[in-house]
């Protein structure tokens, strides 16, 4: 069974920063391009970062581009988001997804980000 | 960036009576691979999203044939044939045509 777990969510205060964690399991993670999506509290969801299988490739939504960062550890399954210079707007529930058949298929259950003074 | 808009907002539906939403692109979401990367994503309240369609109309594991895709390069259409309980929640739909990956506004399906 495909699991994605999320992880390292709370609270930062702005121009902070927090790191996300995503552990895999279920399937063989080496193999797989992952994504981190997240949603605002009562809000739409809004794609925010890429990385490959390989991690050569990575995309950013132009919201976080430069603050951060996507990486992953294909020797532990496990995917991460390191977010500096958080700013409020960045408040949300933060998902790692797998992408199979070229699309999203499997979701993590989220790990909610607070940034606030 | 690919603007995704759905319609309706909101639907609210009678148990056993068919439920229709449109998902219209703001330009083709053919890949130069020859596919097409409209999802649809179906998300309780308080749960992660759930993938329902993939590739406009492949229904992925476990999703009842009630629930079909259809469309072709700028409108797309999620149709449940006979609504149950378990349907309620927000609908999107997603392309992963091109970066950045986006999503329609939701739709949310509420039952009668």
């Known amino acids: 069974e495909v699991q994605l777990v999320d992880s390292g969510g709370g609270l930062a205060q702005p121009g902070g920063s927090l790191r996300l964690s995503c552990a895999a399991s279920g399937f063989t993670f080496r193999t797989f391009d992952m994504h981190w999506v997240r949603q605002s509290p009562g809000k739409g969801l809004e794609w925010v970062a890429f990385?490959?299988?390989?991690?050569?490739?990575?995309k950013y939504a132009d919201s976080v581009k430069g603050r951060f960062t996507i990486s992953r550890d294909n020797a532990r399954g496990s995917l991460y988001l390191q977010m500096n210079s958080l700013r409020v707007e960045d408040t949300a529930l933060y998902y790692c997804a797998r992408e199979g058949f070229g699309e999203v298929d499997y979701w993590g259950q989220g790990t909610l980000v607070t940034v606030s003074s | 960036d690919l603007v995704l808009t759905q319609s309706p907002l909101s639907s609210p539906v009678t148990p056993g009576q068919p439920a229709s939403i449109s998902c219209r692109s703001s330009?083709?979401?053919?890949?130069?691979?020859?596919?097409?990367?409209l999802s649809w994503l179906h998300q309780r309240p308080g749960q992660p999203p759930r993938l329902l369609i993939h590739?406009?109309?492949n229904r992925f594991s476990g999703v009842p044939d009630r629930i079909s895709g259809s469309g072709a390069g700028t409108d797309f259409t999620l149709k449940i044939s006979r609504v149950e309980a378990e349907d309620v929640g927000v609908y999107y739909c997603?392309?992963?045509?091109?970066?950045?990956?986006?999503f329609g506004q939701g739709t949310k399906l509420e039952i009668k």
């Open positions: 590739k406009i109309s």
């Open positions: 990385i490959s299988d390989t991690g050569y490739s990575i």
């Open positions: 997603m392309q992963g045509t091109q970066f950045p990956y986006t």
């Open positions: 330009h083709s979401l053919e890949h130069s691979d020859g596919n097409t990367y």
